[in-house]
C-alpha cells in the first residue's frame, strides 16, 4: 500500500455563528417603535371606551331621576340621590357618600335643581375636568337627552334646538360640561 501525501488544506473563512449587536438593536427600535404605536393607539381607544361608558350612565342616572322626580325637581342632589341608591351600579362614577367622581379624568359630578325657563324646572348635571380627547363622544352621546347644554363658556345646545358641534371647545384636559334635563 501506498500511501498518498495529502495537500495541506488551506485555512477557512471563519462566519459569526448567531446574532450580531446591529441585528439585535434593529430589533429592538422596531419592537419599540411598534409598542409606542399600540400604547397610543389603545390609550386613545380607551378613553373613547370610557367616555361611551359615562355617556350611557349618565343618561341611565338622568332616566332613572326623571321617573322619580318628575315634577319635582327642587328637591335634587347628591346627597338624596346617594341615599336613595341613584348612584349605584354606575361603573363609569365613584360615589363616596354623595361625593361623584367620574372615572374620566378624575373630576366630579354635581346633580341639583336646574333653571330652563323657571327655577326648579329641570335637574343640572355638571361634570368638571372633562379630558379634551372625551368631550366630543360624551356631548355626541348625551345630546339626544339634553335640553340644555353648556361646554366651557360655549352654549352648545339651547332648549328645543339641535346642538351646534362647532361650540364645542374643549381646551386643557379641564372642560366642564352642564347639561339639564326637564
Request: hydrophobic share 35%; with cysteine.
Amino acid at each position: 500500500m501506498q500511501f498518498q501525501s495529502r495537500k495541506p488544506r488551506l485555512p477557512t473563512k471563519k462566519f459569526q455563528a448567531g446574532v450580531g449587536m446591529v441585528e439585535i438593536g434593529l430589533v429592538l427600535v422596531l419592537v419599540s417603535i411598534i409598542t409606542v404605536g399600540m400604547v397610543s393607539y389603545f390609550s386613545s381607544n380607551g378613553t373613547a371606551a370610557q367616555a361611551n361608558q359615562l355617556g350611557g350612565d349618565l343618561s341611565m342616572l338622568m332616566g332613572k331621576v326623571k321617573s322619580s322626580y318628575g315634577g319635582q325637581y327642587n328637591n335634587v342632589n347628591n346627597a338624596r340621590l346617594n341615599s336613595g341608591g341613584f348612584l349605584s351600579k354606575l361603573p363609569s362614577l365613584t360615589n363616596n357618600a354623595g361625593v361623584v367622581t367620574t372615572s374620566l379624568g378624575g373630576g366630579t359630578l354635581t346633580v341639583s335643581p336646574g333653571n330652563v325657563t323657571n327655577a326648579g324646572d329641570s335637574v343640572r348635571y355638571t361634570i368638571t375636568q372633562l379630558p379634551d380627547d372625551a368631550c366630543l363622544p360624551l356631548v355626541t352621546a348625551l345630546s339626544k337627552t339634553a335640553t340644555t347644554m353648556q361646554v366651557g363658556a360655549n352654549n352648545v345646545k339651547t332648549a328645543g334646538n339641535r346642538p351646534d358641534p362647532s361650540l364645542i371647545t374643549c381646551a386643557g384636559d379641564n372642560t366642564q360640561l352642564v347639561v339639564q334635563v326637564q
